[in-house]
């Protein structure tokens, strides 16, 4: 196997825990297969999708919001029948795109530079959705929908969160809230903010690309200047997010060309 392109600043335990990452093809804390890693299926059937006129009320009283204007992309809540997929059950990592990167000369995303975010295990963040969607292909995948990644986080009963309808700020990788990490977290940090289905990290962490374009739900007829304009949805919030925005329903929206250190991706396979 050939060298990996990694910039030279990459610190010294990153560069010895990816040699024992390669070498092994396992990485040392026996999470994450370096040649495709962990999926899980979710099965097929409908889901409730988006948020209802309830929801949306319950969010604005939670969070002391001062407008539904904040939330109307997420309305209405509607029902929407998905096929078998499997989903990687974590967020690609560093390590991980660094075989994509040696195995098709993509250059290194800035943050491989970067101390606080090139641990191997830490998501891969930077990274734009046509890196993203090459990524996904080169392992034999795809980025999932938004209406997969949705039902994967929030599983079949409408929940606000992926481990409930409760807003615990300890489940997930947010911003300020003491939980030890001021930047992203190597996958799998947070078991109890699991989705029904075992998917990890889906709120907090990363931002995560979809597939789709950022348009309106059928039935959605409010105003949004974002809508058609060539943004792609991403979904999850971030470190850097508040406990309103890592909720499944939330509707983020970046262009396909941003690089941002706080968007990373999850890949999907057809069952």
């Given at each position: ?176 809230k003491g939980d030890d990490y001021r930047n992203t977290s190597p996958g799998g940090k947070f078991p109890e903010g699991a989705s029904p289905y075992g998917v990890m ?71």
């Amino acid at each position: 196997m050939g060298s990996v392109k990694i910039p030279k600043k990459i610190s010294l335990e990153c560069w010895l825990f990816l040699a024992l990452f390669l070498l092994s093809g396992v990485s040392s804390f026996g999470m994450v297969k370096a040649d495709a890693g962990e999926m899980i299926l979710i099965p097929e059937g409908p889901f409730t999708m988006g948020s209802s006129e309830k929801d949306i009320q319950w969010a604005v009283k939670q969070f002391r919001s001062e407008s539904l204007d904040w939330y109307r992309d997420e309305m209405p809540a509607h029902s929407v029948n998905v096929s078998a997929f499997k989903i990687d059950k974590y967020e690609v990592t560093m390590a991980e795109y660094s075989l994509f990167m040696e195995a098709t000369g993509k250059p290194a995303p800035r943050e491989f530079e970067n101390p606080r975010l090139n641990h191997p295990r830490q998501p891969v963040v930077s990274v734009t959705w046509n890196d993203a969607k090459a990524y996904c292909l080169w392992a034999k995948k795809r980025l999932p929908t938004e209406a997969e990644w949705e039902k994967a986080a929030r599983g079949t009963k409408a929940r606000h969160y992926p481990w409930g309808n409760e807003p615990d700020a300890l489940n997930a990788n947010i911003r300020g809230k003491g939980d030890d990490y001021r930047n992203t977290s190597p996958g799998g940090k947070f078991p109890e903010g699991a989705s029904p289905y075992g998917v990890m990290d889906m709120s907090g962490n990363v931002w995560e690309w979809t597939e789709d374009l950022y348009q309106p739900y059928p039935g959605n007829k409010y105003d949004n200047d974002f809508y058609d304009k060539n943004f792609k949805v991403i979904k999850g919030g971030s470190w850097n997010s508040t406990l309103d925005l890592v909720r499944p329903a939330v509707r983020g929206n970046a262009l396909p060309t941003q690089k941002k250190n706080y968007i990373g991706f999850r890949c999907v396979a057809t069952k």
